[in-house]
């Protein structure tokens, strides 16, 4: 069962251009083109995707590995408002507590 749920969730997530999180943004964005939709996308899935992979549990503070990880996908995703960042922090000390 938990593989399955895994699948659909790397399916949706491969999709994602394509899927719900285009149509929300369309609706949101109507003069937005495509490419520029889709670019934003692409971009907010890197930064998530940075976003772990810079968090490593070792050690025994948590609060410096989010820090790091933060920062290490800061420094590959610039461009984003700092407010983004502290979304990102908040969701990845959620998640990886």
């Known amino acids: 069962m938990r593989s399955d749920a895994l699948l659909k969730v790397r399916a949706d997530r491969a999709a994602t251009e394509d899927g719900p999180t285009f149509l929300r943004l ?3 964005h109507p003069n937005a083109g495509d ?11 890197k930064l998530d995707d940075d976003c772990t992979k810079f968090f490593s549990p070792a050690g025994d503070d ?10 290490g996908a800061r420094t590959g995703n610039p461009g984003f408002l700092a407010g983004t960042y502290e979304l990102a922090r908040a969701e ?5 507590k």
């Open 62 to 71: 948590f609060a410096a590995n989010i820090t790091r990880a933060i920062e």
């Open 92 to 96: 990845l000390t959620r998640t990886m």
């Open 26 to 28: 369309r609706r949101a």
């Open 35 to 45: 490419h520029e939709l889709k670019s934003a996308i692409r971009a907010a899935l």
